[in-house]
């Protein structure tokens, strides 16, 4: 969902009531091309990817609050009297995008992966056997290397979510200029943990997808890559509540891995995204046009008054 951007100047101690359009009597929707003039550059080159970095330390689906935006704008715009009154929305839902588009690129181009048995073979391995196989780190699809042996290396460095993340969120990162990078995760830890995360579940629903060997995505909202299909969650099992925390312990995996470790992964989905993004047919430039991920260009963001 692409909404669009409202940022409407407040008076000091009065509150922005909703736009309406005159003609038409219904409330307006907003680009980037309502913006004061003097705003359009510094929100779309520094307040959209300096939010996007700061969403990409926290838990997938965390939602900032809005003292925390505000406190995003001003450090943007601090002499500026603006009120935010915004919502994110679904920058996470690229990342699904991302490693749909990754894995249907792989089968497409894999001449050993043209059959529809072939890719079911693919899947159900890459997903491996063991019951919560992503949660406990046994899913093959998500080491750089796992032999038949269950021999394993490179945490978090499988193929696909490599591009996922080079595809989703380098984009962000590249665009992020330098004198903003302090501010992502003040007072956290400042790694993009969870855009790491969104990658390693978006490829997860992607090889779901998949496990057919015919691409099948379900219906309606349970097709979506949410919180509610994908999130942490409590689900009532012979009438016991019990709390589903995969999001949570993959994170907390995410944020024991070692300055070296993380290195390694940023410096081979760099690598990934900068040797394919000149290419028109490329598919982190595809993405990047369908979901409006070049922050210099998007609006979306807000809606406004261990080796």
Excluded at 89 to 102: E, I, L, N, P, R
Excluded at 265 to 294: M, P
Aim: hydrophobic share 40%; net charge positive.
């Amino acid at each position: 969902s692409n909404t669009l951007t409202q940022v409407t100047h407040v008076p000091a101690g009065l509150a922005a009531g909703p736009l309406v359009n005159a003609e038409t009597g219904k409330k307006m929707r907003f680009s980037g091309n309502h913006l004061d003039a003097r705003l359009q550059g510094p929100f779309n080159n520094r307040l959209i990817p300096l939010t996007r970095a700061t969403m990409a330390v926290h838990t997938p689906w965390y939602a900032l609050s809005l003292d925390e935006r505000q406190a995003l704008f001003d450090r943007v715009f601090p002499d500026i009297p603006h009120e935010m009154s915004n919502r994110v929305t679904d920058w996470q839902s690229k990342f699904g995008v991302a490693a749909v588009t990754a894995i249907d690129a792989k089968f497409s181009n894999d001449l050993f992966l043209l059959t529809q048995e072939a890719r079911a073979t693919y899947c159900q391995d890459a997903l491996g056997t063991h019951e919560h196989g992503v949660e406990a780190m046994k899913a093959p699809f998500m080491w750089k290397r796992w032999t038949d042996s269950g021999k394993k290396q490179g945490k978090f460095r499988g193929e696909l979510i490599l591009k996922t993340f080079a595809f989703a969120h380098y984009p962000v990162v590249q665009s992020l200029p330098a004198d903003l990078h302090p501010l992502v995760g003040e007072g956290v830890d400042a790694r993009p943990c969870g855009a790491l995360i969104l990658s390693v579940l978006a490829v997860e629903r992607a090889l779901r997808m998949w496990r057919t060997g015919v691409k099948t995505i379900q219906p309606g909202a349970l097709g979506h890559f949410s919180a509610d299909n994908w999130g942490d969650k409590t689900i009532i099992v012979n009438g016991v509540a019990k709390r589903q925390e995969k999001v949570k312990r993959l994170m907390d995996r995410a944020r024991k891995m070692e300055a070296s470790a993380w290195d390694v992964f940023l410096r081979e989905a760099r690598s990934l995204y900068l040797a394919h993004k000149s290419a028109r047919e490329n598919h982190a430039i595809v993405i990047e046009s369908h979901s409006d991920l070049s922050s210099a260009s998007s609006d979306s963001d807000f809606t406004a008054a261990d080796e």
